[in-house]
């Protein structure tokens, strides 16, 4: 489903990313840990098509999408979720939710239902202006409206950024629950232990922009070896 | 401005001998309301000199509008803030700052197109009139970042913008010190680096600190006390074993896993 | 940028002009601006009376220059109306010297003229920055006072604006205003022609150095912390409010002071200098030389009213396309303006051959860099 | 250097008593590097705006001067030299025709000089002109007034223009007057003269209103006309945004009130920019416009538009602008040298030129003109006629007393020190 | 007497208010939608009538003359947002001096390649009864209204406003929406400037053309604008009914210019004490309600 290949990238001519191979099979869910600073955030505006990559190429549902700009990429079914609270606060709920139908332009199948199903505050609220909700609030209406295009992939940015532990826990069950129900491939960045233990089938390590390991559900479950890329 | 009543006549700060006390901070009823909608409702919160006291609550529990109440950038409804003996409610700002209420922002609010000498040089002219450089060498020691005092903040590293916003809160020399999530964002390392510079501040320099916090691990590291907020008031406070052990702040905040 | 012992009392005098606030902290710049000065003072012995009277035009505008980077360079507050206080002190300076005649006149002139300028200042800055009014709206507020002002002053034409024997003369301006002079009576120090080109340069020198001063002081960098993030420096016990409100009010002095040497250059003054061109001049001055350097204004300031001119003279119509061109261009190739990027380029080129000592304890040493 | 006096400058220049005398002292007029113009035969300055507000009237007086000194140098120029010119564009803006006219007078040295449209660039290099006894034409019409030794307002005043148009109104239409006027020195002394004039024919001003010069908005204005219900306008609007007005008076049903003028059509030359019937029945006091039929004019109109492919309307100030530059030529001729004061003498000598308009001299005690006034009437096509020419000199200077053949002023007088304006 | 006094006002009123929206509404979507503050703008109005009155003067009926006029400017905007705006935007202050550079040379260029005066118009329509002013002035205003209709409804109702809203307010994520920011920036810009493009058509019978020409418009957008603060259509609304009354009630009384002084003066008083604008008013409870969490 997305085949991410020696990516390099760079912000403002400071190498970030040297040489990044991710792989993401349909259906999974992937996570890519790392400290602060390591890359992770620039990886996933590399794959959004928000940061061009200097070298390497990114194939996505078997197309390559290297040089496509973001906004061809999120058509092609790419759903985002971006770091804290990005949601457009002078917008209402439901114009913000609106603003997801655009992602995944094959489909017209519209995933109101679904998304106010998982998150009935929304449904709640959705005349409200998006600035005026409370952080947690935001980050659950990010993700419906990354949901809304029924999109193939998720990425999410560090879900759990300025939560609290509490929505942490709800948000990582909602995601669970997408994937399992809507069949969204997800892909998501963290450095929260709790997320990468909870959320994560599979996940890379990333530490100075390049990969440097991969843990399967068993090492995951290990405290230790996922505080190891923490460094806890 | 209204320094004119020394005294708190419900939990008096001074005692009989007319010197303070240790308490540094105290409210009484601070009420502030956002239209109709009430953020800190009547809080009564004390503290000591020199003590650490974290601050934790659910998103909208009124954490920030209570700082910004202590800071002076937001003007309370009702009741009143006693700091040192004296009523600052009224006080604004600059002058809360000058009787030593220093405040770190929960994004690192540097002056990112200054080098970090001259970062320091801001707060530092406050307390002192020159040997600027003397004091400038002492901090950038203290928070290990003399290599770096000729580089421009916006070009520091997230866990060194941390350390330089604290460092620029204590060149003022403060009694109080308020901080908003100051480790969101940070490596475990960077995190414990902080963990450790503040509870040196508390213990070595005296300084009396608020901080807001979700990541409730560092809490557990460095907090003497904690309270908890809720709706705007005080829901619990007390040890962090307390804190932790108690079943409605699990359901209101914490979740199953702590 | 090191200080080799000879010039060690050099060193010591420079060090109150010098800081991280300003560029051009080396020996080779203060040379160099030495040289720029002497040469600007030969001016009149090589090229005559022409030269004085155009050059002290020029001067005076950069004193209004001056005045803009500093409140807009280095605390933020981009006054769109800097030409308000510079008429102002113009018009204020005509009333009172025409009324009182001989030297007085003229003395209290000065003093009156950058007193209203100054008052001025200080009420809309109060008026603003105590009201709340901020950023932008700043910047249209100004512009909309300075407006005001041209459109009032235009129609002052009947013989009831007058002020004593000052006709303020609407549309046709204020004729007959005398010149400069220091005095009692007939006592005293009369400014002529050439004798005002110097004043003009002295001024413009004493003020730019006053101004380094300024800025590299303790107040410098509270304007240079506020204009970076006011909340922030509110939050280390500044009264930024205060702040804007003192630095807008100096910047309405010498933009006053400016618009006297202006005056009394012309003897003559009228309510175009309150216009929307007129206007907007500073604004292209310290875009153009780099808000951030006082130095890279002024020569903006002579470079861009020198090359207009010349234009001008030479009569072609296209003078207007280009100046407009060279304004778009600047400001998308060189945001920062053109002295800073000089600067840095200066520094760039200087790093490799000439690197800072390594162990400089004392406060004041910093990367020195020309402009 | 020509014989001029010593400036008044010059001599505070000098007398400045501290350390500045000394650098003062050292340094000379011409400094230490002289300017010489190319040649050494005479320089005109000629300067007109072609950019900005006053384009529109400058543009022809450049082109009109230019074309006067062409022919003079094609028939030889000037005492056998060649004239050089000075033309840059001062954009209407009055600080840079200060700074011009410096150039013109220190760097190009130039022997008289054609400058401005407005009173107002008028005031702002007068006292530039005073201080160097330069040699100086002005030729748009004017509120009138100027009394100044080396400076001369050829063109039609407020006094010539209205006294030609007033009391024709009144005759025609009745004596119930509406003034509207530009609110600057112009307008306000313009009104004045309406006054003035209509006392003296027995009429009477029943409103009067001034407005911004940037005013193109003249609902309220059309409002209290039509509430004032006048036998006549007389309009003395000035500018591109005034001329708003006669748009607007056609939609509102104005053109039933004919409308007196002294600045419109013969400046701006409206009746062709506006679409007719705006401006029906207007009629302007004119020394002066493009149509006026006589042989002479047509052959004039014929070389201009013959040398400006893209001519515009020749407007008033631009005919001035043609016909003094010969009243120089032959001051010059007749003085035998360049030099100001014997050319200065000769002008107050009481010449005559061949002025496109007309035969017309010049009134030697006040350096005013006397002009062919006429009245020019638009139509409802804006075809103009006129009327029988008479000529009007500048009595108002005379009447108070200004002669400059016996004392040499530099002053400006207006009409409410001599007259009652109440 | 009375109630001729009040119609007169009232349709004064209608025409001040008229010049003001019309005049400020191709800014304010400028401004408010992409905070680019245009001091090129009456260039853009030039340029709509100069295209009016050419086309006009070429044959075209007035009605499409008009047309042509909106058109054209349109084209003009974006060619000119894609070479110089885009590279202004977060930049405000820089975006007033470039478009000032901007101005003067288009001013200039009119001037060179059209010369000082353009073909005119007449005012279409004749005039009302009674207080005897155009008709072509309730003509004018009736379009004001509908345009601020319309373009409420546009904003706000339609794909393209929210998805334009959501692009000013965060580019990024609304890239990572789907959504083609360069051609929102684009068409954004073609609508401010369309609008202006209309003023100038909409003007060009009521004002002599000249390469002056929009300067006339410029204090008068610019003082709404700021009076109205950042929410567009409300802001624009609010502040021309505000200084229109002003202006006209001042204008009734006292003539036309203490009218406009009256008007400059009251709209410093406004932005003294609603230093965000009319709309910032609103917006400021807003936020309020939003910090308190």
């Known amino acids: 489903m997305l085949e991410i290949t020696n990516v390099h990238a760079s912000y403002s001519k400071t190498p970030i990313l040297r040489g990044i191979d991710v792989s993401v099979e349909t259906g999974e869910i992937v996570g890519i840990m790392g400290k602060n600073g390591v890359g992770k955030t620039t990886l996933v505006k590399t794959v959004m098509g928000l940061l061009e990559a200097d070298e390497g190429r990114i194939v996505f549902d078997g197309e390559d999408v290297t040089d496509e700009p973001a906004d061809v990429r999120a058509r092609h079914g790419m759903g985002y979720i971006p770091q804290g609270r990005d949601v457009f606060p002078e917008l209402t709920v439901e114009e913000n939710l609106r603003m997801g139908e655009t992602i995944n332009d094959g489909t017209d199948d519209l995933q109101y239902d679904a998304v106010y199903d998982y998150f009935p505050i929304l449904e709640e609220r959705r005349d409200q202006e998006a600035g005026t909700m409370s952080g947690g609030q935001q980050q659950l209406l990010a993700i419906g409206r990354a949901l809304i295009g029924n999109p193939e992939l998720l990425v999410l940015d560090e879900p759990s950024e300025g939560v609290q532990p509490s929505i942490v826990q709800d948000i990582t069950r909602d995601l669970r629950r997408v994937n399992e129900e809507l069949g969204t491939t997800i892909l998501f960045v963290e450095q929260n232990l709790h997320v990468v233990q909870r959320l994560g089938e599979r996940c890379y390590a990333i530490d100075k922009g390049a990969i440097v390991d991969e843990l399967g559900p068993e090492r995951l479950e290990s405290r230790d070896a996922v505080t190891e890329y923490l460094a806890v | ?258 | 940028m090191s200080v080799d012992s000879s010039d060690g009392h050099l060193a010591q005098l420079r060090r109150p002009f010098e800081g991280p606030n300003t560029l051009g902290n080396s020996s080779a710049f203060w040379a160099g601006l030495a040289v720029a000065v002497a040469l600007l003072a030969a001016m009149p012995v090589v090229f005559g009376y022409y030269a004085a009277e155009v050059g002290a035009v020029f001067l005076a505008y950069a004193l209004l220059g001056m005045s803009l980077a500093f409140i807009w360079g280095y605390c933020g507050i981009l006054s769109f109306g800097q030409v308000a206080f510079f008429g102002v002190a113009g018009y204020a300076f005509g009333i009172v010297a025409i009324n009182v005649s001989t030297l007085t006149g003229a003395t209290l002139g000065l003093l009156a003229a950058v007193a209203v300028s100054t008052a001025f200042a200080a009420v809309l800055g109060y008026f603003m920055f105590y009201g709340g009014v901020r950023d932008v709206y700043v910047t249209i507020l100004t512009l909309v006072v300075a407006l005001v002002l041209f459109t009032f002053m235009g129609q002052t034409a009947g013989g009831e604006w007058a002020i004593g024997d000052a006709r303020l003369g609407g549309f046709n301006g204020m004729s007959g205003v005398p010149d400069l002079g220091i005095g009692v009576g007939s006592v005293g120090l009369e400014v002529g022609l050439v004798g005002h080109y110097y004043v003009t340069l002295g001024t413009v020198v004493a003020t730019y150095l006053g101004l380094r001063a300024l800025v590299n002081s303790q107040f410098g960098y509270a304007m240079v912390a506020t204009r970076e993030d006011e909340t922030r420096t509110e939050m280390f016990g500044y009264d930024t409010t205060f702040i804007k409100f003192a630095v807008f009010t100096i910047g309405g002095a010498i933009a006053g002071l400016g618009g006297v040497l202006f005056t009394t250059q012309n003897n003559y003054i009228d309510p175009s200098v309150f216009g929307i061109t007129a206007a907007a001049l500073p604004v292209v001055w310290a875009s153009v030389g780099g808000r951030t350097s006082l130095l890279g204004t002024v020569g903006a300031a002579l470079a861009i009213q020198f090359v207009d001119y010349q234009l001008a003279i030479s009569g072609s119509e296209w003078a207007l396309v280009f100046i407009g061109s060279l304004l778009v261009f600047v400001v998308l190739v060189m945001p920062e303006g053109v002295a800073p990027r000089l600067h840095d380029h200066v520094a760039e080129y200087r790093e490799p051959n000439d690197p800072e000592p390594a162990e400089t304890p004392a406060a004041t040493d910093y990367p020195g860099g020309d402009d | 250097m020509t014989g001029r006096g010593v400036a008044r400058r010059d001599v505070l220049a000098g007398s400045v008593a501290t350390a500045l005398t000394g650098l003062a002292g050292c340094v000379a007029e011409g400094g230490m590097v002289g300017f010489e113009s190319g040649s050494d035969g005479p320089t005109l300055a000629v300067l007109e705006d072609r950019s900005r507000d006053f384009a529109l009237t400058g543009t022809p007086k450049y082109r009109t001067t230019m074309l006067a000194i062409e022919e003079i140098n094609r028939d030889g120029g000037i005492l056998g030299e060649e004239i050089d010119v000075f033309a840059p564009d001062p954009q209407s803006d009055n600080m840079r025709y200060q700074d011009l006219t410096r150039h013109a007078i220190y760097r190009e040295d130039v022997d008289a000089m054609w400058a401005g449209y407005s009173s107002a660039t008028r005031e702002a290099i007068r006292p530039i002109v005073n201080d160097h006894e330069q040699l100086y034409f002005y030729t748009t019409q004017y509120e009138g007034g100027v009394c100044d030794k080396t400076v001369f307002p050829l063109g039609a005043t407020a006094r010539q223009q209205l006294g030609a148009v007033v009391p024709y109104m009144i005759d025609e239409y009745g004596d119930e007057i509406y003034t509207i006027a530009a609110d600057y020195n112009f307008g306000q002394l313009s009104g004045d003269w309406v006054r003035i004039i209509a006392e003296e024919h027995g009429a009477e001003v029943v409103g009067e209103e001034y407005i911004p010069l940037d005013e193109s908005q003249f609902g309220s204005t059309i409002n209290n006309i039509q509430s004032a219900d006048p036998d006549f306008v007389m309009s003395m609007l000035v500018g591109q945004d005034h001329s708003s007005f006669y748009e607007q008076r056609l939609a509102s049903g104005l053109t039933d009130v004919p409308i007196g003028t002294s600045t419109n059509m013969a400046q701006e030359y409206e009746h062709l920019r506006i679409d007719p019937p705006a401006l029906q029945d207007v009629y302007a006091g004119v020394n002066y416009m493009e149509e006026l039929p006589t042989d002479r004019n047509e052959a004039f109109v014929e070389r201009y538009d013959e040398r400006w492919d893209d001519a515009e309307y020749i407007n008033q100030e631009a005919q001035n602008n043609y016909f003094s530059v010969y009243l120089y030529k032959e001051a010059v001729e007749r003085a035998g040298t360049f030099e100001t004061d014997a050319v200065l003498e000769q002008l107050e000598s009481g010449l005559e030129v061949e002025a496109p308009e007309g035969d017309i001299a010049l009134d030697p005690a006040t350096h005013h003109m006397e002009h062919n006034m006429r009245v020019a009437h638009a139509d409802e096509n804006h075809e103009i006629t006129f009327t029988e020419s008479e000529t009007i000199g500048p009595a108002f200077l005379e009447e108070v007393g200004c002669d400059l053949t016996s004392e040499a002023e530099q002053t400006q007088y207006e009409p409410d020190a001599f007259y009652e304006v109440a | 007497m009375a109630g001729l006094g009040l119609l007169d006002f009232g349709f004064e009123f209608v025409e001040i208010f008229a010049f003001v929206v019309l005049a400020t509404v191709g800014l304010a979507v400028i401004f408010g939608m992409m905070g680019i503050i245009n001091l090129a703008h009456g260039e853009f109005i030039l340029v709509g009538a100069y295209a009016t009155t050419f086309s006009f003067a070429a044959g075209l009926p007035l009605p499409l003359a008009m047309l042509a006029g909106v058109v054209i400017t349109a084209v003009f905007g974006v060619v000119l947002e894609r070479l110089i705006i885009r590279h202004l935007y977060g930049r405000l202050l820089d975006s007033m001096v470039v478009t000032w550079g901007i101005s003067l040379v288009m001013i200039q260029l009119v001037r060179i390649v059209f010369g000082n005066s353009a073909p005119g118009i007449g005012i279409p329509f004749g005039q009302l009864p009674i207080v005897d002013g155009p008709v072509y002035y309730l003509v004018l205003a009736v379009i004001a209204v509908g345009l601020l209709g319309g373009l409420y409804a546009l904003f706000m109702w339609t794909d393209f406003g929210v998805r334009a809203r959501a692009t000013m307010q965060d580019e990024e994520t609304a890239r990572s929406m789907g959504i083609d920011t360069d051609r929102m920036y684009a068409s954004t810009f073609a609508i401010g400037s369309a609008l202006a493009g209309l003023t100038g058509a909409l003007y060009a019978p009521v004002m002599p053309i000249t390469p002056e020409y929009g300067t006339g418009f410029l204090v008068e957008a610019f003082v709404a604008v700021v009076v109205g603060g950042a929410s567009v259509i409300v802001g624009t609304v609010l502040a021309s009914g505000f200084l229109g009354t002003v202006n006209a009630a001042v204008t009734n009384v006292a003539g036309t210019f203490m009218g406009q002084v009256a008007m400059l003066i009251a709209a410093i008083v406004a932005i003294r004490l609603l230093p965000e604008g009319i709309t910032g008013l609103l917006a400021d409870l807003r936020e309020k309600r939003g910090e308190s969490e």
Do not use: W
Request: glycine share 8%.
């Open chain 2, 1 to 258: 401005m209204a320094v004119s009543d020394p005294t708190i006549k419900t939990k008096p700060a001074v005692d009989e001998t007319g010197r303070k006390s240790s308490r540094v901070l105290q409210t009484r009823d601070l009420r502030k309301e956002f239209g109709g909608l009430t953020a800190t409702d009547d809080v009564d919160f004390a503290l000591e000199e020199g003590e650490l006291r974290c601050l934790i609550g659910p998103n909208g529990a009124g954490k920030s509008t209570f700082l910004n109440l202590l800071t002076g950038q937001l003007e309370p409804t009702a009741g009143s803030i006693y700091y040192d003996g004296h009523d600052i409610t009224a006080m604004p700002s600059h002058e809360r700052v000058e009787r030593g209420i220093s405040m770190k922002f929960q994004v690192p609010s540097i002056y990112e197109g200054l080098t970090v000498a001259q970062n320091l040089r801001v707060p530092l002219q406050q307390v002192v009139d020159d040997d600027f450089a003397v004091r400038t060498r002492e901090i950038l020691e203290r928070f290990d970042l003399l290599a770096e005092r000729e580089t421009t903040a916006s070009d520091l590293s997230h866990g060194q913008q941390q350390r330089l916003e604290i460092g620029m809160a204590m060149a003022l020399e403060p009694k109080l010190l308020l901080l908003d999530e100051p480790v969101a964002g940070l490596s475990v390392e960077e995190t414990a680096e902080i963990a450790d510079l503040l509870c040196e501040i508390a213990a070595d320099d005296g300084v009396a600190l608020i901080v807001i916090e979700h990541d409730i691990d560092f809490v557990e590291s460095i907090a003497d006390r904690v309270t908890v907020l809720d709706q705007g008031t005080i829901f619990r406070e007390g040890s962090i074993e307390e804190i932790k052990a108690d079943p409605e702040v699990k359901r209101i905040y914490l979740g199953e896993d702590h």
